[in-house]
T-cell receptor
């Protein structure tokens, strides 16, 4: 059974810092991996999608990497801003289960001005 | 282009009452998902539709939960009767599935969610 873990559960940093959020999964036979952002009381916003054949994806100040062999993904946020404060969720897509995502519990990020 | 639309955003009911949530996916997305998110947790899949067919409902508590996706577009999720433990956020998502073995090749896009409080 696929399990997804995100560490740390919460993180507080001063504005301008570069930071890394970690995601690990137990079964390397994934179809893809997706990072989401969730603001309080809101739905999930897709940030980056990495297919199983890819190693990384970049969007603006965000860079996500994928290492299937070690069961890990990282989300790198450069030059953090207070507007980046949110919960970040990692989810792995299960092969042969049509896009079903297994989510981690999320990392709650707070960027202090 | 409109994203995934859900209604209502908030619903407060007493236990044993029925409740229904509605979802309109992104136009052209043939795969629709209902997820349940408890406070402080990641979402968990309840049911997945490919067009109008429910292809994965193994996590749906069928004694009180039901869902339908008539005509393969909009979907409704119903709870009857609701229990205190059903208080949560019900998220709808859609994607454009691939054609190889039913596996999706696209991103999932989520709606704002419907927050249910059962008193």
């Amino acid at each position: 059974k696929q399990e997804v873990t995100q560490i740390p559960a919460a993180l507080s940093v001063p504005e301008g810092e570069n930071l890394v959020l970690n995601c690990s999964f137990t079964d390397s036979a994934i179809y893809n991996l997706q990072w989401f952002r969730q603001d309080p009381g809101k739905g999930l916003t897709s940030l980056l999608l990495i297919q199983s054949s890819q190693r990384e994806q970049t969007s603006g100040r965000l860079n996500a990497s994928l290492d299937k062999s070690s069961g890990r993904s990282t989300l790198y946020i450069a030059a953090s801003q207070p507007g980046d404060s949110a919960t970040y969720l990692c989810a792995v897509g299960i092969r042969n289960q049509g896009g079903k995502l297994i989510f981690g519990q999320g990392t709650e990020l707070s960027v202090k001005p | 282009e409109a994203g995934v639309v859900q209604s209502p955003r908030y619903k407060i009911i007493e236990k044993k009452q029925p409740v229904a949530f509605w979802c309109n996916p992104i136009s052209g997305h043939n795969t629709l998902y209902w997820y349940l998110q408890n406070l402080g947790q990641g979402p968990e899949l309840l049911i997945r539709y490919e067009n109008e067919e429910a292809v994965d409902d193994s996590q749906l508590p069928k004694d009180r939960f039901s869902a339908e996706r008539l005509k393969g577009v909009d979907s409704t999720l119903k709870i009857q009767p609701a229990e205190l433990g059903d208080s949560a956020v019900y998220l709808c998502a859609s994607s454009l599935a691939g054609t190889s073995g039913g596996a999706s090749t696209g991103e999932l896009f989520f709606g704002e969610g419907s927050r249910l409080t059962v008193l």
